[in-house]
């Protein structure tokens, strides 16, 4: 098993850029989430899904989107980059609500100029 | 308010002593669980305990403990037998509903 893979490690995109950031799990975990981590602030929930097809807002929500196709995968959008997101982005999973560890991905570090 | 609390920015131990990590929480759910996380230089985050709000017993994972304590609203960390690679990062984290959420982590250094 890869665990949780997330793609790219690294991104730097100019104020106004688009883009993906990728994230995948082959656990067959139904809830996914992902979060930022910004310094001093410990992580914040931005979007989690508890299966395909479903998806709810965590505590900043705004200025990217999420939609969840199939089990395995779970992309965050960011329609039109801020400075303000420049942060370190982590995807997780666990199996379902009600069973609660969380296994996290490597992390993808943002920097938008 | 704050959902999860960590008073304590730094921490220093002594190796191969104990050392206790701070976490207050708040919450209405009445069936809500306690993580601590640690998060290494390196920067992933893994996993080390979970404390369910039901469980009657306090969590052990090897070195880990966690000091469950209902009415104060507090899951303190404890580490015991302090090693050099425990210098890192720790995040007390809490599930609410299906939300997720973290402190702003205590970072801990252990000395030789």
């Known amino acids: 098993n890869a665990g949780v893979t997330q793609t790219p490690k690294f991104q730097v995109l100019k104020t106004g850029q688009s883009m993906t950031l990728q994230c995948a799990q082959d656990?067959?975990?139904?809830?996914m989430s992902w979060y930022r981590q910004d310094p001093g602030m410990g992580l914040r929930l931005i979007h989690y899904s508890v299966g395909a097809g479903i998806t709810d807002q965590g505590e900043v929500p705004n200025g990217y989107n999420v939609s969840r196709s199939t089990t395995e995968d779970f992309p965050l959008r960011l329609l039109s980059a801020a400075p303000s997101q420049t942060s370190v982005y982590f995807c997780?999973?666990?199996?379902?609500?009600?069973?609660?560890?969380?296994?996290f991905g490597p992390g993808t570090r943002l920097t938008v100029l | 308010a704050q959902k999860i609390t960590q008073t304590q920015p730094g921490m220093f131990v002594q190796e191969k002593e104990a050392v206790t990590l701070d976490c207050t929480y708040d919450?209405?759910?009445?069936?809500?669980?306690l993580f601590w996380y640690k998060q290494p230089s390196s920067g992933e985050m893994i996993f080390l305990i979970y404390?369910?709000?039901?469980?009657?017993q306090n969590a052990t994972e090897g070195r880990y403990s966690l000091n469950f304590q209902k009415a104060r609203k507090s899951a303190n960390l404890v580490i015991s037998a302090s090693q050099l690679g425990d210098s890192a990062m720790y995040f007390c984290?809490?599930?609410?509903?299906?939300?997720?959420?973290f402190g702003t982590g205590t970072s801990l250094t252990v000395i030789p």
């Open positions: 919450t209405s759910d009445p069936s809500y669980g």
């Open positions: 997780a999973s666990r199996t379902a609500p009600g069973t609660d560890t969380q296994y």
């Open positions: 404390q369910g709000s039901y469980d009657q």
């Open positions: 984290a809490m599930r609410e509903w299906n939300q997720f959420y």
């Open positions: 656990m067959n975990h139904e809830y």
